[in-house]
């Protein structure tokens, strides 16, 4: 229990340390209180974000809209604000359909070895050919513009990144001495899989997640862009900047602030990143 504590105390110190990182922790703090606090709170502010009224289109940023107007005349403000319940949601999902599949996958490539291992790593390595925004826009091409959809297209591009790096773990680990001595008193192989290779896996995933959250927000924004990802009238950030290209020049707040969104929302999760790899990495831990 001291122990336990001990080490819960000296990773908030690191944590704190970084100031970009303490930053960045806030703001993701800030984002998600926002994306489950707000819809629950206020129900009737989506309905309010999607009400259109023409005679209002175009407003720029002010008291009663704080950051201006759309095309359709709808509140910016709150388009953002439900976008970010968008946004962290289908990133959540995307990345959690991703270490559902390459997690295992690289547990027991690394802990089998021989064929098995052979056989998932080939596999990896042809979805590790694509490029994971041209194969995430090839299959949201496939099966059709929805959200849904794009969280598919990117989960089935992004997992064979998590069973590389699992794979590349588990190697290591299954030569040490707890794993032998589970095997020599007969644990079965789904076992020790399970309860001493995943588990001493965990620390390069988490921070692996934590960055491409970011990415898979990145990649959702510019899915939704090219018109594969959420469809209109959705408060999805890449569509709100895709819809306002054309009125850029004119109406510069209609792309900026959802595209800040993006921007800060993408950073932060980077920041984050940076710092739980600080945090979980035993060097710097030593220091």
Same mark, same amino acid.
């Given at each position: 229990?001291?122990?336990?504590?001990?080490e819960v105390r000296l990773s908030v110190?690191?944590?704190?340390?970084?100031?970009?990182?303490?930053?960045?922790?806030?703001?993701?703090?800030?984002?998600?209180?926002?994306?489950?606090?707000?819809?629950?709170?206020?129900?009737?502010l989506a309905h309010m974000a999607s009400a259109t009224d023409p005679q209002y289109k175009l407003l720029p940023p002010s008291w009663d809209h704080l950051f201006g107007t759309d095309d359709m005349g709808r509140d910016i403000f709150l388009r953002v604000l439900i976008g970010t319940q968008i946004s962290l949601q289908t990133s959540l999902i995307a990345v959690g359909i991703a270490l559902l599949i390459g997690v295992p996958l690289g547990a027991m490539a690394g802990y089998f070895g021989g064929f098995v291992d052979e056989l998932i790593m080939r596999v990896t390595d042809i979805f590790l050919s694509f490029p994971s925004l041209l194969l995430a826009i090839t299959i949201a091409a496939?099966? &059709?513009?929805?959200l849904h959809n794009a969280i598919i297209a990117i989960a089935v591009s992004w997992w064979p990144w998590y069973t590389r790096l699992i794979r590349g773990q588990a190697v290591s680990i299954k030569e040490r001495q707890f794993v032998k001595a589970a095997k020599s008193i007969g644990a079965p192989d789904y076992k020790i899989i399970?309860?001493?290779?995943?588990?001493?896996c965990l620390g390069p995933v988490i921070v692996q997640a934590s960055m491409d959250i970011g990415g898979v927000i990145l990649t959702i924004a510019s899915l939704s862009y090219l018109g594969l990802g959420a469809q209109?009238?959705?408060?999805?950030? &890449?569509?709100?900047?895709?819809t306002s290209r054309n009125y850029f020049l004119d109406s510069w707040w209609y792309s900026i602030f959802p595209g800040m969104a993006i921007f800060i929302t993408v950073l932060a999760f980077n920041l984050l990143g940076d710092g739980l790899r600080e945090i979980l990495d035993p060097k710097t831990r030593n220091k």
């Amino acid at each position: 229990m001291l122990a336990r504590l001990k080490e819960v105390r000296l990773s908030v110190h690191l944590l704190n340390k970084n100031k970009l990182t303490r930053v960045a922790f806030i703001t993701i703090i800030i984002l998600v209180a926002i994306a489950v606090i707000v819809p629950v709170a206020f129900p009737s502010l989506a309905h309010m974000a999607s009400a259109t009224d023409p005679q209002y289109k175009l407003l720029p940023p002010s008291w009663d809209h704080l950051f201006g107007t759309d095309d359709m005349g709808r509140d910016i403000f709150l388009r953002v604000l439900i976008g970010t319940q968008i946004s962290l949601q289908t990133s959540l999902i995307a990345v959690g359909i991703a270490l559902l599949i390459g997690v295992p996958l690289g547990a027991m490539a690394g802990y089998f070895g021989g064929f098995v291992d052979e056989l998932i790593m080939r596999v990896t390595d042809i979805f590790l050919s694509f490029p994971s925004l041209l194969l995430a826009i090839t299959i949201a091409a496939f099966l &059709g513009p929805s959200l849904h959809n794009a969280i598919i297209a990117i989960a089935v591009s992004w997992w064979p990144w998590y069973t590389r790096l699992i794979r590349g773990q588990a190697v290591s680990i299954k030569e040490r001495q707890f794993v032998k001595a589970a095997k020599s008193i007969g644990a079965p192989d789904y076992k020790i899989i399970c309860q001493h290779i995943v588990p001493n896996c965990l620390g390069p995933v988490i921070v692996q997640a934590s960055m491409d959250i970011g990415g898979v927000i990145l990649t959702i924004a510019s899915l939704s862009y090219l018109g594969l990802g959420a469809q209109p009238p959705q408060p999805e950030w &890449g569509l709100m900047v895709s819809t306002s290209r054309n009125y850029f020049l004119d109406s510069w707040w209609y792309s900026i602030f959802p595209g800040m969104a993006i921007f800060i929302t993408v950073l932060a999760f980077n920041l984050l990143g940076d710092g739980l790899r600080e945090i979980l990495d035993p060097k710097t831990r030593n220091k």
